[in-house]
């Protein structure tokens, strides 16, 4: 009975049981505020089933890169707006994932959702698919802006992880309010030293990450 207890109260403050490789925190634990919505805990991906490595709905990151989100996340609050995170680190068990995933070309469970216009031999040749990740090296993160008062997602004119050129950072048919969005996102996360992905408006990566060339393989939990 005195370790559920335990448990439960280390769950209640916050504290995780994992022990992290050093360099690496929850970013929950520096930054309490900050939304989480792991798709590849769930269904709701471009796969359509929980992805391998992923145990939980928990953030993890590099401590430099969980402390640069604090700062982002500061300076959104001012504007009663806060970050809403899909992915973070990411173990090489989910992108092996990924990979055997992608060669299995009849499985196109959630093609009209994610990648309706690209034809799934070729989702390596494009880079949507890859054998490696920045991901699994703790400081590259996909996120979105949220309205802190209602917990909805700013308008950025595509889904999240679509594959398509409606994703590209200088897409331009979007309306007024959309570029808007997407210019904030890209203002601010470049400001608090991300580094954007072209081709992905909610994907950044920190400036000088510590592990530059070391592709992690712990859960996320």
Same mark, same amino acid.
């Given at each position: 009975? +005195?370790?559920?207890?335990?448990? !439960?109260? /280390?769950?209640? @403050? *916050? ?54 989100? +604090?700062?982002?996340?500061?300076? !959104?609050? /001012?504007?009663? @707006? *806060? ?139």
């Amino acid at each position: 009975m +005195k370790w559920i207890l335990t448990f !439960l109260l /280390l769950s209640s @403050l *916050g504290i995780q049981s994992q022990n992290l490789p050093k360099g690496f925190s929850y970013i929950n634990d520096i930054s309490p505020t900050i939304q989480s919505e792991l798709r590849y805990c769930y269904n709701n991906n471009f796969m359509g089933t929980p992805v391998n490595g992923y145990e939980e709905n928990i953030l993890i990151a590099t401590t430099p890169a969980a402390k640069a989100l +604090k700062k982002v996340q500061d300076e !959104l609050a /001012l504007q009663k @707006l *806060g970050l809403k995170i899909y992915d973070a680190y990411r173990p090489q068990t989910a992108v092996n994932h990924f990979v055997k995933w992608a060669r299995v070309i009849n499985d196109t469970l959630m093609k009209q959702q994610y990648y309706p216009e690209v034809n799934k031999r070729h989702l390596f040749k494009k880079g949507y698919i890859s054998s490696k990740s920045g991901h699994s090296r703790g400081s590259t993160i996909d996120l979105t802006i949220i309205n802190l008062e209602t917990g909805e997602e700013l308008d950025m004119g595509s889904p999240y992880d679509f594959f398509g050129i409606s994703s590209h950072i200088a897409y331009d048919s979007l309306s007024d309010q959309q570029k808007k969005n997407r210019q904030l996102l890209q203002k601010i996360m470049n400001k608090h030293g991300f580094r954007s992905y072209s081709k992905e408006w909610w994907h950044f990566t920190l400036r000088g990450e510590p592990f530059p060339k070391t592709f992690f393989d712990f859960p996320v939990k």
